[in-house]
């Protein structure tokens, strides 16, 4: 093991459902998660990308193959790689304040005082100081994000894992989040899985992209971004960017064009789609 190799996934392959019924939806997949870097994860829609961060936060355990987390078999959930999920998971009952202490405060692994002054400055660095005291229904869905990654950071996770943790916001407040979230990672360098569909999303934010192959997943393509830091939105219209975007494209079309294939009711949209491109 290199020391600069947090995770490692080996031949990973995981199915669902009984005989017949049984379906592929990782095959022999392997990847490396770089310390302190940025890992995104693109793949077409219903790939097998949830999946994958199930097996990386150890919700779901590989068939075969094998996942480690600095050397260690991964063999169920744990504070040390933490998921932020698409949908919020925050306590509606709870304020920010509330939400942000409430994991370390059931395990109780951290003493009162300490958590308190963790959680006040973890607040602050996700831009949240005048909302401690608010609920989340009082929050903007940016809002709501940020204190969902504020939850996350206070546990200091070896890796922070994120599914699409974005998806969903307008187009503004998505925008607001990337630089935010950009931000915040080239401040403090933190080793990131971070799973996005959005190609654009993928190539600001990380050091290294991988490309999924349609269902089952495994890894189409591994594509380095050397775009300086830091780094700004602006620089997507560079012709590095550019290049990135368009052969990450190519891939994922051919793929999720697959997904069409060998449907019936889809042969027509395919040709249809074909005729055009
Ligand atoms: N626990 C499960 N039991 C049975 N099938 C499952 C389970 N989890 C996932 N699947 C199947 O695995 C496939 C991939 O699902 P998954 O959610 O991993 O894809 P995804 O790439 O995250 O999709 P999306 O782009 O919609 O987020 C789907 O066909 C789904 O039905
Ligand atoms: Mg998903």
């Given at each position: 093991?290199n020391q600069?190799d ?8 995981k199915?669902?459902?009984e ?5 592929s ?11 302190d870097?940025l890992?995104?994860i ?8 949830s ?22 078999p991964?063999?169920g959930?744990s504070?040390d790689?933490l998921v ?6 925050l306590m509606?009952?709870l304020t920010t ?10 395990r109780?692994?951290?003493?009162k005082n300490?958590l ?13 100081r ?11 869905g940016?809002m ?5 990654l504020?939850r996350?950071?206070?546990?200091q996770?070896l890796v ?8 969903g916001l ?9 630089e935010f979230?950009l ?12 799973v996005?569909?959005?190609l654009?999303?993928?190539?600001i934010l ?6 999924l ?5 495994s890894v ?10 830091p780094?700004?939105?602006?620089m997507l ?7 990135y975007?368009?052969h990450?494209m ?6 999720a064009?697959k ?8 042969s027509d949209?395919?040709?249809?789609y074909?005729?055009?491109a």
């Amino acid at each position: 093991m290199n020391q600069s190799d947090v995770m490692i996934l080996e031949n990973v392959s995981k199915s669902f459902g009984e005989d017949w019924a049984r379906e592929s939806v990782v095959e022999n997949l392997s990847l490396t998660v770089k310390r302190d870097q940025l890992t995104a994860i693109v793949g077409p829609s219903g790939c097998g990308k949830s999946t994958i961060v199930n097996l990386l936060a150890g919700f779901e355990l590989p068939d075969e193959g094998r996942i480690t987390l600095e050397g260690k078999p991964v063999s169920g959930p744990s504070k040390d790689s933490l998921v932020v999920f698409q949908e919020t998971a925050l306590m509606p009952w709870l304020t920010t304040y509330q939400n942000v202490v409430f994991g370390p405060q059931l395990r109780g692994d951290m003493p009162k005082n300490e958590l308190k002054s963790a959680a006040e400055s973890i607040i602050d660095t996700v831009g949240l100081r005048e909302f401690r005291d608010k609920y989340p229904l009082q929050l903007s869905g940016g809002m709501q994000r940020r204190a969902e990654l504020a939850r996350a950071l206070i546990n200091q996770p070896l890796v922070m894992i994120m599914d699409e943790p974005f998806r969903g916001l307008d187009a503004m407040t998505r925008q607001l989040m990337q630089e935010f979230y950009l931000r915040l990672c080239e401040q403090e360098a933190r080793t990131n899985v971070f799973v996005t569909s959005e190609l654009e999303e993928a190539i600001i934010l990380a050091d290294s992209i991988v490309v999924l192959s349609n269902k089952p997943a495994s890894v189409r393509e591994m594509l380095q971004i050397d775009l300086p830091r830091p780094r700004n939105l602006d620089m997507l219209n560079s012709t590095e960017a550019y290049e990135y975007k368009r052969h990450a494209m190519e891939i994922l079309h051919e793929e999720a064009m697959k997904s069409f294939k060998g449907t019936d009711t889809n042969s027509d949209f395919l040709e249809a789609y074909s005729r055009r491109a």
